[in-house]
């Protein structure tokens, strides 16, 4: 039998978050199996990637101050003006919005080129 193929950095980010198709998700989980390192070090992973998620949750479901909810209706006006229909997400409350294509390509964030 031959050892799997060692995942990539990106492949491990890609194997926390879900975001691999099944197959190559059964081959790292192979890999994990036969290199006791490699599942300790994505299990520290995992359990920092959880703890972060909940922190983060907790900051998302609070409400913006009242003392800067000015600050951001301005800044949705002032984006309106200048990029018009840019208020696809004027409904939802800001700190609350929803990355709606969870599967979009990373670069696009990097390069902040995200909606």
């Not at 031959?2 to 198709?21: C, G, H, I, K, V």
Request: aromatic share 4%; proline share 4%; charged share 35%.
């Amino acid at each position: 039998m031959t050892r799997p193929e060692a995942p990539s950095d990106l492949e491990l980010q890609d194997y926390l978050d879900n975001r691999l198709s099944a197959r190559r998700a059964f081959e790292i989980e192979a890999y994990l199996m036969a290199n006791t390192s490699a599942a300790l070090r994505i299990r520290v992973l995992k359990d920092q990637d959880e703890r972060l998620r909940a922190l983060g949750r907790k900051v998302i479901e609070e409400s913006i101050p009242r003392r800067f909810q000015a600050i951001v209706d301005t800044a949705r006006l002032e984006r309106d003006r200048v990029e018009p229909g840019s208020n696809d997400h004027e409904s939802e409350p800001v700190g609350k919005c929803q990355n709606k294509n969870k599967g979009e390509d990373r670069t696009r964030w990097n390069r902040g080129q995200h909606t």
